[in-house]
């Protein structure tokens, strides 16, 4: 971040006879790695976040091994939440960005999202759930980003207070959304972006990240991305709570 950081990274490079780096990262990596691009140093970036939240690229290395994990979880706690009449709230990663949170509500079946990109009051998430009460289901799964405005544990002692009919339990699933063994998915898509990394530098090319474009490897220059965060997609936060009712 400091000239002084920069200075260093450089010198060691030059002293271990580096004249090409490859930088996995997200925004900070991918900022970190433009300052030493300002610094003549040849590098070239591959998008590495689980919160998928880089633009420039359809996807990141990580981000679908992070949601399987999710979904492997939500699983299991449903046997609990349904045999026990309990709601769930289940905090997963995204301080700024509900990316996770929603791609898991939608193949979880979640009967809420609660992400940081939307104001959601906590009287309207404690209503959600003793409607779903009402209705005759057996347990509520709502997932909540960790950059939700409300604290989970504020919501759960909310929904205990409020007796909507459920108990409610919290699981925060922590960091263990970013390790585990990686999904072919993921498996495939850091090794096209890894030799087209290394072929990027043997050409001749800095300054630029992998990104995938549908099908494609492409360049994304460091000066389109570096300062600029992708958006969640509005269809998938809309689809996901069309689809909880």
Known sequence: MQPAGQREAIRMLNNAGIDGLVVIGGDGSLTGANKLVEHGIRVVGIPGSIDNDIIGTDMCVGTDTAINTIMDAVD?????????????????????????????????????????????PADDVVKAIGDAYLRGKTHAIIIVAEGFKTNINELAEMIEKADVG????????????????????????ATRFGV????????????????????????????????????????????ARMLAR
């Not at 459920?166 to 699981?171: E, I, L, Y």
């Not at 290394?198 to 494609?216: D, Q």
């Open 76 to 120: 299991k706690l449903r046997d609990t939440a349904s045999s026990h009449n309990r709601a769930f709230l289940v905090e997963t990663m995204g301080r700024h960005c509900g990316y996770l949170a929603v791609m898991a509500g939608l193949i979880c079946g979640a009967e809420m999202v609660l992400i940081p990109e939307e104001d959601i």
């Open 166 to 189: 459920f108990t409610t339990r919290v699981t925060i699933l922590g960091h263990v959304q970013r390790g585990g063994k990686p999904t072919a998915y993921d498996r495939w898509l």
């Open 196 to 239: 087209r990394a290394v072929e990027y530098l043997m050409e001749g090319k800095t300054g630029v990240m992998t990104g995938l474009n549908g099908r494609e490897i492409v360049p994304v220059p460091f000066i389109d991305i570096v300062g600029r965060n992708r958006e969640i997609s509005k269809e998938y936060y809309e689809l």
